[in-house]
């Protein structure tokens, strides 16, 4: 992807940077769709689980698998061992690691006798409490120079937020 970058961004307050990433984007994409380009391309979470039905593959994080549940287009017997895993890895929340999340996905794909669980974020070397986060600094750069008077409040505020990450 030309004119971006990818990072690994640290945070101490899972919350607040959740909050601060959320209000970013909303004001990142209230402006692509005025002046048509994102600055924020792609971010996962280290805990981050990814779940390939009939459809396509379904992103949640790790705690939120009763909500995603309900989506889900796949065999009873295989949620009902999805539904078993994600029960006792979500169990040991407060302990878990990405090595724990990663050797856990590779059991389930094991017991699933088929790959339909992803974990993408011990690849990438994230560790509890990062993100990797994908920049459109080309988009950036075009915002900085073309965003009107109106909308330069709604880009500092998104860049504000932003940096304090980056």
Known sequence: MSGTVSKI?????????LEDI?????????LASRYGVNVIEG???????????????KI???????????TLRIDLDTLKILERYFDEI?????????????????MLND???????????????????????????????YLENVVDMEDRSILDEAVSLLMKYV
Request: hydrophobic content about 40%; glycine content about 8%; cysteine-free.
């Open 22 to 30: 959320e209000e970013a984007m909303e004001r990142f994409t209230y």
């Open 111 to 141: 017991a699933l006798g088929k790959e339909l669980v992803y974990y993408e974020a011990y690849g990438l070397g994230l560790e509890r409490n990062e993100a990797y986060i994908v920049l459109n600094i080309k988009g950036l750069y």
């Open 90 to 106: 979500e169990s040991r929340w407060d302990d878990l690691t990405t090595s724990e999340i990663n050797y856990f996905v590779e």
């Open 9 to 17: 961004v640290r945070f101490n307050n899972e919350e607040e940077f």
């Open 60 to 70: 949640f994080r790790i705690g939120e698998f009763p909500y995603v549940e309900g």
């Open 43 to 57: 971010i996962l979470l280290w805990d981050y689980i990814g779940i390939r039905d009939e459809e396509s593959i």
